[in-house]
């Protein structure tokens, strides 16, 4: 995992959304991952200041959200449907036929699940995938105690979750959601935090256990993550100073080879 912990919200959202743009720069039909939460809101206001500012292209970009609260009319304010479209797909040149979230009202739920993995197969598969986590450490819907090697699929969420993003427990009880092993395909995954309600969750993620108490540790056995966060995400992580000190000898670190030369040419 790269660890990457930053002064405020802003460096925040402003790294996590470099790392899209290059993204859709270098392949234009790329597939994102995306997800919603307070997180990302910031993400996409740099994403579409970009579009705007250089005309980055949508056009030809695939998206796919981890996820949807079962029930829910997609026209309902607090769908993900809708959120989607408020905070990012209205603004940009995106097509509609590129965009892909789980139907809140499907016939057959299960059919839903399987047809969402297989689509995400066809247009072939997620190149990078924007993740938040949640107090108790979900990523997606992916509660504690989710199998770490689950697909999509119908998930409860606790109390916790309701309360965090409906302000009580009233609101739906259940969404589908990309399970990790969903997830882990993914090439490159990127998780943002801020503020310290996600300390805890960040310091179990990073220098915990991999456990399905806390389903986002899976992500230590992928290759390419990189964890974006302030100092407040990052109160507790045991060893802040020493992902600090990689992040700031990040060219060395990437390529020692050129150390190695140089000391070379010195003797
Ligand atoms: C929801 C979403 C998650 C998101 C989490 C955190 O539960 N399903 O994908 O990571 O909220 O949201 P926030 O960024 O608002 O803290």
Redesign the pocket.
């Known amino acids: 995992m790269e660890i990457i912990i930053l002064e405020n919200e802003k460096a925040v959202y402003t790294e996590a959304s470099a790392r899209i743009v290059d993204w859709i720069q270098k392949k234009p039909d790329v597939m994102i991952g995306l ?6 809101i910031g993400i996409y206001e740099n994403l579409i200041a970009e579009y705007r500012r250089s005309q980055l292209d949508f056009s030809s970009v695939k998206t796919v959200n ?2 949807e609260y079962l029930g829910l009319d997609p026209a309902d304010p607090s769908s993900f449907h809708s959120y989607m479209h408020r905070y990012l797909f209205k603004h940009v040149n995106m097509d509609p036929n590129n965009i892909l979230i789980p139907d809140p009202l499907p016939e057959d739920v299960e059919e839903e699940c399987d047809a969402y993995e297989q689509t995400i197969k066809e247009k072939g598969g997620i190149d990078v995938q924007l ?4 107090r108790d450490g ?4 992916n509660e504690p105690s989710s199998s770490l090697s689950a697909r999509t699929r119908v998930k409860t969420l606790t109390d916790e ?1 309701l309360k ?2 409906f302000g009580s427990n009233k609101g739906p009880r259940f ?1 589908i ?1 990309m399970g990790i092993g969903t997830i882990m395909e993914a090439k490159e995954i990127v998780l943002v935090a801020v503020g310290e309600e ?1 300390a805890k969750a960040i310091s179990s993620m990073v220098e915990g256990p991999v456990t399905a108490s806390c389903p986002a540790s899976a992500l230590q056995l992928h290759p390419r993550v990189k964890v974006v966060c302030d100092n407040a995400a990052a109160r507790d992580l045991e060893r802040a100073e020493y992902y600090k000190w990689i992040w700031e000898h990040k060219k060395e670190v990437e390529k020692p080879h050129l150390l190695f030369r140089k000391k070379e040419k010195e003797t």
């Open positions: 997800a919603t939460g307070n997180t990302m981890l996820d993740l938040g986590i949640g979900h990523i997606g819907f979750t965090d993003n969404a959601t996600k």
